[in-house]
């Protein structure tokens, strides 16, 4: 897998309005679906998912969230990447009681499930480095977080396959 086959220029949002986790989550979802990534299912399933497995990474600094869910919910593997306008409350991937202000969001819908954990490990390792995230909020378009996340994630991929 290549990051060029799941992260595309056109599921980036460099400025996402919502007043909760659920409507960030919605509209991320109802863009992979006009794309044709997902399946009418999707929505429901990552809202579901989200419930019960919270998808916020409690890291130092910037926060992130990555919600994704099993892959039967997916036509086609795509990362959708939100950035928001403001803050909203995430709970915890490690401690669901544990809230956290998210800024960024990494939607994940790949079709082959047997890759779901790979992909988590090389999101989590990228999004690790407050340098990438620092520069993800810093930058000034969609096309500029598109070529931070590329390199980045790009860069765990390949080092994950090695």
């Known amino acids: 897998m290549k990051i060029e086959d799941i992260l595309k220029e056109d599921c980036i949002i460099e400025h996402l309005e919502a007043s909760s986790r659920e409507e960030a989550l919605t509209?991320?979802?109802?863009?992979?679906?006009?794309?044709?990534?997902?399946k009418e299912s999707f929505p429901a399933a990552i809202l579901?998912?989200?419930?019960?497995?919270?998808?916020?990474?409690?890291?130092?600094?910037h926060k992130i969230a990555i919600p994704h869910c099993d892959s039967e919910h997916v036509n086609q593997s795509a990362i959708l990447f939100a950035r928001l306008a403001r803050p909203l409350e995430f709970c915890s991937m490690g401690d669901p009681e544990e809230k956290l202000q998210v800024q960024l969001i990494s939607m994940f819908a790949l079709a082959e499930k047997k890759?779901?954990?790979?992909?988590?490990e090389v999101?989590?390792?990228?999004y690790s480095s407050s340098e990438v995230l620092d520069s993800i909020l810093r930058a000034p378009s969609a096309a500029a977080i598109y070529g931070i996340l590329r390199k980045a994630v790009g860069d765990q991929m390949k080092d994950e396959e090695a």
């Not at 509209?27 to 997902?38: E, I, Q």
């Not at 579901?48 to 600094?61: D, I, K, N």
């Not at 890759?115 to 988590?120: E, S, V």
């Not at 999101?123 to 990228?126: E, H, N, R």
């Open 27 to 38: 509209a991320m979802c109802r863009t992979l679906l006009s794309k044709g990534y997902v």
């Open 123 to 126: 999101l989590i390792t990228a």
């Open 115 to 120: 890759k779901i954990g790979f992909l988590l």
């Open 48 to 61: 579901e998912r989200e419930r019960l497995y919270p998808s916020g990474l409690p890291m130092e600094g």
